[in-house]
């Protein structure tokens, strides 16, 4: 089943919630001072998935990395998985910069979301042996060409 979203650009008041988000989805999550660093900087933006009644299900960070976009931060609350939210926030992104290539790294045990990624057209460009910590493990390299 699909959940609706809305999604919106996130605002200064949300940076506290993603970081406690970021803690309930990954074993590394990023502080609300590194949110907060990317809603300040010129080259990141960061969108949310929210639904209905205001709750934020899930969110994307994006930056500028040369002529590509890079996915920095993506995640949906356990309890909104498997309702299309994560593909609704890329498909979004990729809708929004059209004739941008996008490139990301995921953890290499990160199965749900290296089958997310490849399901949207993204493909494994490389490998970097021991790339995260906590645990330790590599990162698969990921890209999505741009369509023109
Ligand atoms: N197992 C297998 N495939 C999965 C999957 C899983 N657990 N979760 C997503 N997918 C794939 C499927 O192809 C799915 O399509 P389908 O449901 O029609 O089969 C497609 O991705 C879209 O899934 P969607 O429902 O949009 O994903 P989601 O909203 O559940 O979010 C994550 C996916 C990865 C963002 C979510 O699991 C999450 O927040 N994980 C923790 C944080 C994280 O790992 N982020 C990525 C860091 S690189």
Redesign the pocket.
């Known amino acids: 089943m699909t959940q609706r979203v809305n999604i919106v650009p996130a605002a200064p008041e949300d940076m506290k919630r993603l970081s406690e988000i970021a803690e309930i ?2 074993p590394d999550p990023w502080s609300e001072k590194l949110f907060t660093e990317a809603y300040n900087s010129p080259y990141s933006e960061i969108v949310l998935a929210k639904t209905d009644s205001g709750e934020i299900a ?1 969110y994307l960070v994006l930056s500028d990395s040369g002529d590509e976009k890079s996915v920095d931060d ?3 609350l356990p309890e ?9 926030l890329l498909e979004s992104a990729h809708g929004r910069y059209a004739g941008q290539s996008f490139i ?1 790294e ?2 290499e045990s ?4 290296i ?2 990624y490849m ?1 949207l057209g993204y493909e494994q460009v490389g490998f970097r042996k021991r790339y995260y910590r906590n645990p330790d493990e590599g990162a698969v390299l990921m890209t999505r060409t741009a369509r023109t």
């Open positions: 989805c990954f899930g993506i995640a949906v909104y998985r498997r309702a299309g939210i994560a593909r609704t990301l995921v953890r990160n199965a749900p979301a089958a997310l399901s």
